[in-house]
């Protein structure tokens, strides 16, 4: 079996692992990055629509879920959006800000995966796909199997990704080598994910799938307005997908239907027409027709005095939702949880009991909400070991 000796292995050619080996290289390192996949780069390139939602110019540490919200803080200090920005203004990469301060490329996610593998090449970084790591053993230094090869180095990166998505290869390699080293796992769970309607709200609301409207969607001191879209299955749309990253799997969401308007001051006039046809006419200004007609089937006023369209206002701004779970990680944008950040230094990711082995990107328990947030906090705990290794 060929071996091959490096200063530093890093597992998984994702956002982090590219950014650490870039930044590992960059100071003289023999670094190789080793990819499973038949290609680098794979959930850059469907993300955002094709086009990578690469960073978001609000990054901060309050846009991030973690058993310790403060981990994050110092890697998202010494690398920030701006940073970013820099590295792609370089590479004469177009981009625009869509909404929220998210950033995306004018042309393809292809531009941010080319300027990967060219700033990988200028810094002598060996790229192998089709690489599968078997076995890790680990004695004065790392030894990384492959079926063909071993690769030695003393320092390891572990940037596996998490579960989500395993039609593009996501794999729990990353969690199994944490616990063969005796690191302490957060428990995982989808989010960014869409959310599946009990069987109740399934008959009464899914040939509604394609609807979509602006709301407010909130669970414990947990708030997002943005849109949302009725599936076949449940509920998705941008604020649905930020919500299910805090939402416990127990309570009701609360959904808040129309935002700052008060649908029924049309019917509270002293000679205003109070009858099913003014409703719906009211609901219609606010709704989607389809969705409004189906509120009022669902749940017709119970009268007309003021306590009435009081009692229908509050249903309209507090509807509550009890889904029955989530679309799983074959529909979710990253994995919660993962390795517990109390194993790791905040500064160079590297973990406390093993010295030369690293934690990076979406295996760590570190998840950024909808936007950008995801990237960002990869090329930051990318560029933050890959300055340690």
């Known amino acids: ?53 690469f960073t978001n110019l609000h990054c901060r ?61 200028a810094a002598g970084v060996q790229v192998r796909v089709k690489t599968r790591a078997q076995e890790v053993q680990h004695d004065s230094g790392f030894v990384v199997r492959t079926d063909t090869a071993e690769f030695h180095a003393p320092a390891l990166v572990v940037a596996t990704g998490g579960l989500s998505i395993p039609k593009i290869g996501a794999t729990s390699f990353g969690y199994e080598l944490a616990q063969q080293f005796g690191i ?46 009725i599936t076949h299955r449940g509920l998705s749309g941008p604020a649905i997908l930020q919500i299910s990253s805090y939402w416990n799997g127990r309570q009701p969401i609360a959904i ?5 308007r008060q649908i029924t001051a049309s019917l509270r006039h002293g000679n205003a027409r109070r009858d099913l046809a003014a409703a719906k006419s009211a609901l219609h200004e606010a709704l989607p027709i389809r969705l409004a007609e189906r509120w009022l089937e669902l749940h017709p006023p119970t009268g007309w005095a003021n306590a009435a369209l009081d009692e229908m206002e509050s249903r309209l701004h507090r509807w509550e939702v009890l889904p029955s779970g989530t679309e799983g990680y074959e529909k979710a944008e990253v994995t919660a949880g993962g390795v517990d950040t109390d194993e790791l230094s905040a500064k160079t990711m590297e973990c406390r009991k093993v010295p030369g082995l690293y934690f990076i990107g979406e295996v760590v328990d570190v998840t950024g909400q909808l936007g950008g947030f995801n990237f960002q906090w990869a090329w930051a705990s990318g560029f933050c070991a890959g300055q340690a290794v």
């Open 184 to 229: 302490k796992i957060r428990e995982c769970r989808p989010a960014l994910v869409p959310l599946t309607f009990n069987a109740e709200d399934r008959r009464a609301y899914c040939d509604l799938a394609g609807v979509s409207t602006e709301i407010i969607a909130t669970t414990g001191r947990r708030q997002f307005r943005e849109k949302m879209l």
């Open 61 to 121: 540490p309050e846009n991030f879920l973690s058993a310790n919200p403060h981990f994050c803080k110092s890697s998202l200090a010494r690398y920030t959006p701006v940073d970013f920005i820099a590295l792609i203004a370089k590479h004469g990469i177009a981009y625009h800000e869509k909404k929220l301060g998210q950033l995306f490329c004018d042309r393809s996610a292809q531009d941010i995966v080319t300027m990967l593998e060219l700033e990988c090449a």
């Open 1 to 53: 079996m060929l071996s091959h000796p490096f200063d530093v292995v890093v597992l998984g050619g994702g956002a982090a692992g590219l950014m650490c080996a870039i930044e590992a290289g960059k100071r003289g390192r023999r670094v190789v990055v080793l990819e499973h996949a038949d290609r680098i780069g794979k959930k850059i390139l469907i993300s955002g629509g094709g086009r990578c939602n």
């Open 256 to 260: 808040d239907l129309a935002p700052e």
